[in-house]
């Protein structure tokens, strides 16, 4: 298929290697910021090389680009038919000085930001627009710290707490304003907040830094805060951080067709100094970190305007040659909408018979070469607060969460769910409706032209791949296609050289995939059982928790998968009238090895009423046991401190015996 300009995703090869420059480097004091662009504290001044990616020598011609990707972005062939849209499903720190639980992550060293933290000492819980410190020792809540709005997580690193709030609204009056470049109103604003907890009485804040954009998602490595903020692009606009816009010798295109700014901010929380970086690029759709690397997985559905184009081309095959060399001219320019027009006039030329001919022969050479979602990982390297940007590589399908990203070495594994789709194309009359007055009453009449092009996909079929990338060279070295056709990924989980992955239709089939060889990954192992996991977590070698769903309620399962080639469901639990959380945020989940506990919110319905606590469910090798069903309405949270154990609600915290499961106290969450 021809490549066109305005639909072209495809990164050049000069990527590989690029460095990008930090849009500034910033000292936070209580006072405020101070900012300077000439050295990084504690390392060498910022060098790089953008050789390969398009820069801006002046705003303007920034707004100018802009412009051309909107007018691609936003062209549709006109009011009369609504835009086929390509159907898929939608899923859904510092140590105390006792044992505490920690975030559940995915990877091992990378923490993920929460709405509870605990270090030991202190629980920290977010609350609506409050954070409420507690101590651990003395029960009691011993500050809050109000913002004026929403908070999205928090990170607890040593005696520093930061606090990551969005916000929304017209909130740029007052700042610099960039000509021709507009404000991202009505985008959202992700402040983050850093305070000093060493007297948790007294928070003391240290400085913050917003950036415009709503959250894609955030890790903490070690000492370094990074996040990922999107701002769509409707309209010529430019991201801001700390009310001043990007400056353009930091901004760079990685797409040549991007809807979006994605901003990565880094924060060293030892020195408190951070840097930001701006690309543009399509919209982040998901975030993976390892311990070198940083993935943003952009996800491309099929274009309605993409269709049109495709369809528009196999019609000009057709056309007198000076005609057919107009239309692929303008196509190949990005300019749809007067392609459109000329093919449009020679269509309405043509008798009914010669013009259904012509559009089934353009339908069925577009549809000769499958079509597929496609979503794009950007691969960045990090060290510190430098980011370099490695490369990209493009795959088939969509990503059902983060879990379905997993580095293992040199290599990175990822699982897609792809639908294949066919074009379709008519030619329909079009209506125009005629207002006129009639003795003073304002009649209508209708009036039929001769018609207009209509263009639209229709999905076939759904199946699932996983997709092994050599992490050098950013190609995809092995792959496994076709499996579970008319199904989709549930969950996935990489333990080992195991890819272990769930997919749903109408029984649960758990692949175990061994990826040990990355040219030829190969399912060594299949089971099928009623239900499906939405999470999957290793308990201890050999064993397999799996969080999901049975008959539409909660079912908790127990795998035996030291041989991945007979794998076995040796354990359920199923709960009836019972849901939980933790069936869409694996932050919900707390396990603690030594006890071999699993803890959970839940909420229970039935009996006219509804019940809704933490579920302690006990653990060996082969069994699977609710210890405990702890009472408390609206948990969220569990987190264990000690021989402690507390259940966690908005507006309360429950604080229970892990060796009795009595309740000890509660702890108000009010302030």
Same mark, same amino acid.
């Given at each position: 298929m021809r490549k066109h300009v305005f639909i072209t995703l495809a990164l050049a090869a000069v990527l590989v290697g690029a460095s990008i420059p930090p849009l500034m480097t910033g000292f936070l004091s209580e006072g405020g910021f101070t900012t300077t662009t000439t050295q990084i504290p504690g390392g060498a001044p910022p060098t790089y090389n953008l050789e390969g990616l398009k820069k801006f020598s002046s705003y303007d011609e920034l707004a100018d680009f802009l412009e051309k990707v909107l007018a691609v972005n936003k062209w549709y062939p006109g009011p009369l038919y609504g835009p086929l849209i390509a159907m898929r499903e939608e899923s859904g720190g510092g140590a105390g000085s006792q044992p505490a639980s920690k975030t559940n992550v995915q990877v091992e060293g990378v923490d993920e930001p929460d709405i509870v933290k605990t270090n030991g000492e202190l629980v920290v819980v977010v609350s609506g627009n409050k954070v409420f410190v507690v101590s651990t020792l003395e029960k009691a809540v011993e500050s809050v710290i109000a913002f004026e709005t929403g908070v999205r997580g928090l990170f607890l690193y040593k005696e520093k707490l930061v606090v990551l709030a969005e916000s929304y609204g017209y909130y740029y009056e007052g700042v610099e304003t960039v000509q021709y470049l507009a404000p991202p109103i009505g985008a959202p604003k992700l402040i983050v907040y850093f305070y000093n907890l060493t007297n948790p009485e007294n928070p003391v804040l240290l400085g913050k830094v917003s950036v415009t954009g709503y959250m894609l998602s955030s890790r903490l490595l070690d000492n370094y805060l990074y996040l990922v903020a999107n701002t769509n692009i409707y309209e010529p606009v430019i991201p801001y951080v700390n009310g001043k816009p990007v400056p353009l010798e930091t901004l760079a295109v990685v797409d040549q067709h991007p809807d979006a700014y994605v901003v990565i901010l880094v924060v060293d929380l030892e020195e408190l100094a951070y840097t930001t970086y701006t690309f543009l690029i399509r919209s982040g759709g998901w975030l993976y970190m390892s311990l070198s690397n940083l993935y943003i997985a952009c996800e491309k559905p099929l274009w309605l305007a993409e269709a049109y184009a495709m369809v528009l081309e196999a019609i000009a095959e057709h056309m007198p040659p000076e005609q057919k060399g107009e239309v692929l001219n303008l196509l190949n320019q990005g300019l749809v909408d007067r392609a459109y027009e000329k093919i449009n006039k020679y269509l309405s030329g043509l008798s009914d018979n010669a013009r259904r001919r012509l559009l089934d022969e353009a339908v069925s050479r577009v549809n000769a070469e499958p079509r597929r979602d496609e979503t794009t990982f950007h691969v960045f390297t990090v060290n510190g607060l430098s980011i370099r940007l490695k490369g990209s590589f493009t795959i088939p399908g969509l990503l059902l969460d983060q879990f379905a990203m997993e580095e293992a070495g040199e290599f990175f594994i990822t699982a897609t769910t792809e639908t294949n789709y066919t074009v379709t194309a008519d030619f329909l009359p079009v209506v125009y409706t005629i207002?006129?007055?009639?003795?003073?009453?304002?009649?209508?009449?209708?009036?039929?032209?001769?018609?207009? *092009?209509?263009?639209? %996909? #229709?999905?076939?079929?759904? @199946?699932?791949?996983?997709?092994? /990338?050599?992490?050098?060279?950013?190609? &995809?070295?092995?792959?496994?296609?076709?499996?579970?056709?008319?199904?989709?990924?549930?969950?996935?989980?990489?333990?080992?050289?195991?890819?272990?992955?769930?997919?749903?239709?109408?029984?649960?089939?758990?692949?175990?995939?061994?990826?040990?060889?990355?040219?030829?990954?190969?399912?060594?192992?299949?089971?099928?059982?009623?239900?499906?996991?939405?999470?999957?977590?290793?308990?201890?070698?050999?064993?397999?928790?799996?969080?999901?769903?049975?008959?539409?309620?909660?079912?908790?399962?127990?795998?035996?998968?030291?041989?991945?080639?007979?794998?076995?469901?040796?354990?359920?639990?199923? *709960?009836?009238?019972? %849901? #939980?959380?933790?069936?869409? @945020?694996?932050?919900?989940?707390? /396990?603690?090895?030594?006890?071999?506990? &699993?803890?959970?919110?839940?909420?229970?319905?039935?009996?006219?009423?509804?019940?809704?606590?933490?579920?302690?469910?006990?653990?060996?090798?082969?069994?699977?046991?609710?210890?405990?069903?702890?009472?408390?309405?609206?948990?969220?949270?569990?987190?264990?401190?000690?021989?402690?154990?507390?259940?966690?609600?908005?507006?309360?915290?429950?604080?229970?015996?892990?060796?009795?499961?009595?309740?000890?106290?509660?702890?108000?969450?009010?302030?």
């Open positions: 207002y006129y007055e009639n003795q003073g009453i304002t009649e209508s009449s209708f009036k039929n032209t001769t018609g207009a *092009l209509y263009v639209g %996909w #229709s999905n076939t079929m759904m @199946d699932n791949s996983v997709f092994i /990338v050599d992490l050098n060279s950013l190609s &995809v070295v092995g792959s496994l296609r076709n499996l579970a056709p008319g199904e989709r990924i549930y969950s996935a989980r990489l333990i080992g050289s195991i890819f272990f992955l769930v997919t749903f239709r109408q029984v649960d089939p758990l692949f175990a995939i061994d990826v040990s060889d990355p040219d030829n990954p190969s399912v060594i192992g299949f089971l099928k059982i009623p239900g499906f996991s939405e999470y999957l977590h290793p308990l201890s070698p050999g064993r397999l928790l799996g969080i999901g769903v049975e008959d539409g309620w909660l079912k908790i399962s127990l795998f035996n998968v030291t041989d991945p080639v007979n794998m076995s469901e040796i354990f359920k639990i199923n *709960l009836p009238s019972t %849901w #939980s959380q933790a069936l869409y @945020d694996h932050h919900a989940v707390t /396990v603690h090895p030594e006890r071999q506990l &699993v803890l959970i919110p839940f909420a229970s319905y039935g009996g006219g009423g509804m019940s809704s606590g933490a579920l302690v469910i006990k653990y060996s090798s082969d069994e699977l046991r609710v210890d405990a069903v702890l009472p408390h309405q609206s948990c969220v949270r569990t987190v264990y401190v000690g021989g402690e154990l507390y259940t966690i609600s908005p507006g309360l915290i429950k604080v229970f015996s892990l060796k009795t499961y009595e309740e000890l106290l509660e702890i108000p969450l009010q302030g």
